[in-house]
């Protein structure tokens, strides 16, 4: 087990060395000059001296990207050119509306998903598994942002004027109260649920047929205690595992829901700092997610190495 | 006929009568037809735009802005009077043309890097696979994200981006199908009578790791379509003067209150091909693949 964690660590070190190459090499690589793009177009010739000078743009690209690295692992992403405030303070700032967003519609994505798939496996090619399976291609074909859109519809037009309320429902933009979370949630964990609904359909299915839930039925037991007690439980094992690479979904999703409902997450924070050309900004960003993800992944095999052994035999 | 040459000749291909039997439980997968149906209509009104779009679909006419659906304009008009359903089909067009291309790009770089790191393996396997792990480390969109951010919007650059993402998913399918289709007896028998790598490639490996390849391309293109209108909508996708459904909703979503039709139906079509594409992949899976539906 040791050395199978130790081989899973020393894998993420190419990884984000190359992630970081990456995001160094997008300025870079992008047309015209990283300065211009960085100080802006109208900037004065003293001003584009300054940020060449300050970048390093003057030196070779091995030695800056050698400067942008040891400054990268200080924890010094650069400056906000629209703020001024150091990028990692502002990403920090910003992060635990993220994570809030994420969790809540994780657990709503895990809940109804789970609940489903159980549901559909249970009763095959009946209509409670085609309304599911109907429901989950729905909601892995449905683009995220208009999810979102036709959500603050209904609860903020329609449903109020059939109940004849004043106004809507739930707030459709903004922060601050659990009401504020509602659509974000629903909008960001439809995709994920019509995942784990998918995936908890077919692995329940493969399970059901198993000889030991064949002699759970045998010796008498309920059919609840059947399905919840002896199959659902071990057809969770790669269940689990799909959900932890829902984060990285989420995250993406998170840059389009954010977008929608106007919620200060980094997911908004990202796409504000491209339309402003805030390049270290969206740099900072970008590799914060990357490594935050790599991390979650790491995380996520390792526990699944625990839970099942023959993957740190493989 | 030597033995191993026999066993090279008995390489596992589908004859034409397995086509066929393939072909007639394709016609009997009822959602896969449906799934082929909705893609054909999306394709001839891509095709066929110019031709049966009733209106021009960039002429504004501010006297109709924000009108709703009328027998005149079946599915109303934007934010500056144009015909949405003229835009709609123009926008199908666009949404073939994004679909298509980064699949192919795709294709035509992850598929070859798959194939020689599962064939090869060594050094050559562990440099594509710390490459693809590499641009895994950006979830979903973020890696198009990126790549957009940096290179500027426009056509070109949206079908660069999405292109590669699409990249990892199928030098990973590839490289799999490789590892296992190198282990079957007709690839020892191959090699046994001195078949050249590249006619073992060309010949022996890729027409049978196909069947997953056409499966993931078809749900591919549904993800592309996704991927792009998602980068429409943050306004990294085309310049405004192209019509595009997801830079349409972006436009639109300013009068999301008062005109839903204008973020309704773009968001529909994008949901009702994407749907197509889905059930025709799956179809394909069930039919094709049966392995990968399990």
């Known amino acids: 087990m040791t050395r199978y964690i130790i081989r899973r660590i020393l894998l993420v070190i190419p990884v984000l060395f190359g992630a970081s190459v990456l995001v160094f090499g997008a300025l870079r690589l992008a047309p015209g000059d990283p300065a211009v793009a960085i100080a802006g177009e109208l900037a004065s010739p003293e001003l584009k001296a300054q940020v060449r000078k300050e970048m390093g743009l003057d030196q070779s690209l091995p030695l800056q990207y050698a400067i942008y690295l040891s400054k990268v692992l200080q924890g010094d992403l650069g400056k906000s050119i629209k703020t001024g405030a150091p990028v990692i303070a502002e990403i920090l700032d910003k992060l635990p509306n993220t994570i809030l967003l994420a969790t809540t519609s994780l657990t709503l994505a895990a809940l109804v998903g789970i609940l489903l798939g159980v549901l559909a496996s249970v009763k095959p090619y009946s209509w409670i598994d085609g309304g599911s399976m109907t429901l989950a291609l729905l909601g892995v074909s449905m683009p995220v942002f208009w999810l979102g859109l036709m959500l603050m519809i209904f609860f903020a037009v329609l449903l109020p004027r059939w109940l004849g309320l004043p106004g809507p429902i739930f707030p459709p933009t903004g922060s601050g109260t659990w009401q504020h979370l509602v659509m974000p949630t629903i909008t960001l964990a439809a995709t994920s649920m019509a995942i784990l609904a998918r995936m908890t359909r077919a692995t329940m299915l493969e399970v059901l047929r198993q000889d030991y839930v064949r002699t759970a039925r ?21 269940v689990v595992t799909i959900m932890g690479l829902q984060f990285g979904i989420l995250l993406s999703g998170a840059v389009l829901t954010e977008t929608v409902f106007a919620w200060p997450g980094i997911g908004r924070l990202l796409v504000d700092s491209i339309s402003y050309r805030d390049y270290p900004m969206v740099q900072g960003i970008i590799l914060f997610i990357a490594v935050g993800f790599t991390f979650v992944n790491l995380a996520v095999d390792i526990l699944y190495a625990f839970l099942d052994p023959r993957i740190r035999y493989a | 006929m030597t033995q191993a040459a026999a066993l090279v000749h008995s390489s596992p291909l589908p004859s034409s009568s397995t086509f066929r039997k393939a072909l007639r439980r394709f016609t009997r997968h009822r959602p896969a037809m449906l799934g082929l149906a909705i893609v054909c209509v999306f394709v001839i009104a891509g095709i066929f735009a110019p031709a049966l779009a009733p209106y021009d679909p960039d002429k504004a006419n501010f006297m109709l802005a924000r009108q709703g659906p009328s027998a005149e304009h079946w599915l109303g008009n934007d934010e500056i009077g144009r015909d949405m359903f003229s835009r709609l089909l123009y926008g199908a067009r666009l949404s073939l043309l994004v679909g298509l291309i980064p ?20 050094i050559l396997d562990m440099l594509a696979m710390r490459l693809i792990d590499i641009m895994l480390a950006f979830p979903g969109i973020l890696l198009a994200i990126t790549v957009s951010a940096f290179l500027g919007p426009g056509l070109f650059n ?7 993402v699409s990249i990892p998913v199928y030098t990973r399918l590839a490289r799999g199908s490789t590892l296992a289709v190198k282990e079957e007896q ?7 009578i001195g078949v050249s790598h590249l006619r073992m490639l060309r010949l022996h490996i890729l027409p049978n790791i196909l069947a997953p390849l056409v499966v993931q391309s078809t749900l591919q293109v549904a993800s592309a379509i996704l991927s792009a209108a998602a ?42 091909v994407v749907l197509g594409l889905n059930l025709l992949g799956d179809g394909l899976r069930d039919l094709l693949d049966p392995r990968m539906g399990r």
Not at chain 1, 218 to 238: S, T
Not at chain 2, 107 to 116: E, K, M, S, Y
Not at chain 2, 158 to 164: A, D, N, P
Not at chain 2, 186 to 192: N, W, Y
């Open chain 2, 158 to 164: 949206l079908m660069i981006s999405v292109g590669i």
């Open chain 2, 103 to 122: 699949v192919s790009i795709g294709l035509l770089i992850g598929v070859p890097l798959g194939l020689l790191a599962g064939y090869f393996g060594g």
């Open chain 1, 218 to 238: 045998a010796k008498g037991l309920r059919e609840r205690a059947v399905v919840f007690g002896h199959a659902l439980r071990n057809a969770l094992i790669p």
């Open chain 2, 186 to 192: 007709f690839v020892e028998a191959a090699r046994s």
């Open chain 2, 231 to 272: 980068l429409g909508f943050l306004g990294l996708g085309v310049p405004p003067n192209v019509t595009e459904w997801g830079t349409m909703l972006q436009k639109g979503r300013t009068y999301i209150f008062t005109a839903v039709h204008i973020v309704m139906f773009p968001g529909f079509a994008i949901m009702l």
